[in-house]
Structure formats: structure tokens, C-alpha cells
């Protein structure tokens, strides 16, 4: 945004607040929404458009707009959509961690406020402290609990399907880094199968093969929760490590659909994967 528009922006909104203030909402509207074409970043603006579809009796509008606010506190607004009645319809997502924070659509409402964030499946501000509003929704009677239940069970089933299937794949990732030179390669069906590639970076030949072939040994002598967690969480570790962890498991015979650990850890990972 250049000064011209970021001036042009200000003025409009500020013709808004004077509006707003003299009760003429649908031109109050109007200048908001000017100014937020301008300027559609800012908060500010959001925040008053919102408390115009307020007035105004747009509550979905008005939830839309605040629950899209990340930094200024509309804990306000809020309650007073849940005074006038107004209640957003939401689903219940595939995977439902414990409490906030710990699922990938919690986004933080700022760092000084690490208390406070948004989430972005619900589209809400939520408690980072308290527990996936899934749960608040059920607790208020709003939906079954076995409704939650019916849901994670589901998803933990379509996960495990996944990671069966997955033991059968004893080729490369898609991706791997030269071990020279650090770049990032996209491997072909045939250097996925071989385990050998040229890095066209440096030229250096990168036989991957014989990494996983050392580390076999290392496998063995691995906990069961150890070679589980390369399976759920690969980019934590090497490249190589995931095809050695799927050939060990395969060699004790580990049975994904019975193994007790390998369901606690689906549980604690199901919601940072996709299925």
C-alpha cells in the first residue's frame, strides 16, 4: 500500500467512525468497506465493519469478521453475538487433540498474548489453555460426545490403513538432500527404487543404499516407540531412517492394527497428520 492509498484509507475510515457515531450505519458501511479495499490487512477497520453488521443485525457477517481477528480483543463482541442469540454453524474436525495449541489450526493470537489464540478450523478465538472447543461444544450439549468419538475413531483408522499400506514401500521419499552439498533433490520412480542418485547441484553420486543397509543394525537395537516414531514423524530424522524403520518393523513382524504403543502414538500424532 503507497502513502496516497494508506492516506485515502485513513480518511475514509475515520468518515466511517463519524458515521457509525451518528447512527447511519449503511453509510458507515459503506466507507469501511472502502477503506478496507485500500487497506485490507488492517484490523481496525475489520473490528468497526463488525460492530456496524452488528447494529445492523448481519451477525454472520459480523461473526466473520471478528473471528478473522487475530490481535485486537473482540471477547466483547462475542458475548454480545451470544446475548442477541446468534450462533455459527461449525462441524466437528477429523482429529481432536486434548486441548488447544496442540492441533496445526491453532494459530496464536499474538506472542505477548500467549495465552489467548484463534482457531482456524471453528474460526474463533479460543483458550490456548483450555480444551479443543469440540469438547465445549459437547459439554454445552450442543453435540453427542459419540459424535466426537464416531469422528476420531474414524480418522485414527484411516491413519493406521495408511501406515500399513506404507510398510509395503521400501523406496525412497520423494524428496532427499545431497549429502554434500545439502540441496534438495525430487528423486524419479527409478532413483526411488535404486537408492542412487546424481545431485544435479554438485554432481556427486549419492548412494542411499548403503546408509540404509548401515543403519540396520542400528534398527535393531531400536525400542519399538523409537522405529514408530520415524514412521509417524519422518521429517525429524534422515532420509534414510524411514525406508530402515519400515524394513525392521516388517522383520519382528510388528503388527500395526495390535500394537498398544503404536495406537498411543497414532493418538498423540493423529492431529499434525493428514490422511
Not at 481432536?96 to 495465552?115: G, K, L, T, W
Request: with cysteine; proline share 3%.
Amino acid at each position: 500500500m503507497n502513502k496516497y492509498e494508506q492516506e485515502q484509507s485513513e480518511l475514509l475510515f475515520n468518515e466511517g467512525v463519524e458515521l457509525y457515531e451518528q447512527e447511519k450505519t449503511a453509510e458507515a458501511e459503506e466507507k469501511f468497506l472502502a477503506a478496507l479495499e485500500l487497506h485490507p490487512d488492517s484490523e481496525e477497520i475489520m473490528y468497526n465493519l463488525a460492530l456496524v453488521y452488528f447494529e445492523q443485525k448481519k451477525y454472520e457477517l459480523c461473526w466473520n469478521l471478528a473471528a478473522a481477528i487475530q490481535f485486537l480483543d473482540c471477547t466483547e463482541l462475542f458475548e454480545e453475538l451470544e446475548k442477541a442469540g446468534f450462533k455459527p454453524s461449525m462441524d466437528i474436525p477429523d482429529s481432536i487433540p486434548d486441548s488447544c495449541s496442540e492441533c496445526r489450526h491453532f494459530r496464536p493470537v499474538s506472542m505477548i498474548r500467549d495465552e489467548g489464540g484463534f482457531c482456524t478450523f471453528y474460526e474463533l478465538k479460543v483458550d490456548s489453555m483450555g480444551k479443543c472447543y469440540a469438547y465445549k461444544m459437547a459439554d454445552e450439549g450442543r453435540i453427542s460426545r459419540e459424535a466426537i468419538d464416531e469422528k476420531v475413531n474414524k480418522h485414527l483408522q484411516e491413519l493406521r490403513v495408511r501406515f500399513v499400506e506404507s510398510l509395503k514401500d521400501e523406496r525412497l521419499p520423494q524428496t532427499y538432500l545431497c549429502a554434500k552439498c545439502g540441496q534438495e533433490m525430487s528423486l524419479n520412480e527409478t532413483e526411488r527404487v535404486t537408492k542412487s542418485f546424481i545431485c544435479k547441484n554438485c554432481g556427486t553420486e549419492n548412494q542411499v543404499g548403503e546408509k540404509i543397509r548401515a543403519l540396520e543394525q542400528t534398527m535393531h537395537d531400536l525400542p519399538e516407540k523409537e522405529l514408530f516414531l520415524i514412521l509417524l514423524q519422518p521429517q525429524d530424522y534422515r532420509s534414510e531412517f524411514l525406508p530402515a524403520a519400515r524394513r525392521e518393523i516388517n522383520h519382528r513382524n510388528l503388527d500395526l492394527n495390535e500394537s498398544k504403543r503404536f495406537t498411543e502414538l497414532l493418538k498423540e500424532y493423529q492431529h499434525l497428520l493428514e490422511v
